[in-house]
């Protein structure tokens, strides 16, 4: 098989991949609408779960945070003040764009070399293949 024949199977499976990605959305947007309903009438109920379509159904209460950009050295303050050091993450994906962009200026064996984070942060590394669509002539 030729390098174009290969692009065209890859170009026919992103197509492929993308339809069923679209099939997927639509499922999820259907699913919360109808999980919100459930979430609704199973609160009204009082009940503290119902069994129904061969399942066990509860309301859980879940929950998530986030420190704002301004106010993240005072979190970390504050956490390593309190003895919470490990409940204050380093944000991976902004780290990782910053040592792309030190990568680029300095060079080196790895994403990390000749930084702060040299020998403290792994690193995986792939090759992968990228498209653009271009405009039909």
């Known amino acids: 098989m030729s390098l174009s024949e290969t692009l065209e199977r890859v170009a026919a499976l992103y197509d492929?991949?993308?339809?069923?990605?679209?099939?997927?959305?639509?499922?999820?947007?259907?699913?919360?609408?109808?999980?919100?309903?459930?979430?609704?009438?199973?609160?009204?109920?009082?009940l503290d779960g119902v069994r129904a379509a061969g399942k066990s159904?509860?309301?859980?209460?879940?929950?998530?945070?986030?420190?704002?950009?301004?106010?993240?050295?005072?979190?970390?303050?504050?956490?390593?003040?309190?003895?919470?050091?490990?409940?204050?993450?380093?944000?991976?994906?902004?780290?990782?764009?910053?040592?792309?962009e030190q990568h680029k200026e300095r060079g080196g064996e790895t994403?990390?070399?000749g930084t702060p984070f040299d020998g403290i942060v792994s690193e995986y590394h792939e090759t992968r293949l990228s498209r653009q669509t271009l405009p039909k002539e």
């Open 57 to 100: 159904w509860y309301l859980r209460d879940f929950y998530s945070v986030s420190i704002p950009a301004d106010r993240k050295s005072d979190a970390v303050r504050i956490a390593n003040e309190n003895g919470l050091e490990d409940y204050v993450a380093v944000n991976t994906a902004s780290l990782k764009s910053w040592l792309i």
């Open 111 to 113: 994403l990390a070399t």
């Open 16 to 46: 492929e991949k993308d339809a069923a990605e679209k099939v997927v959305k639509d499922i999820k947007k259907r699913l919360e609408q109808a999980e919100s309903l459930a979430v609704e009438q199973l609160a009204a109920s009082g």
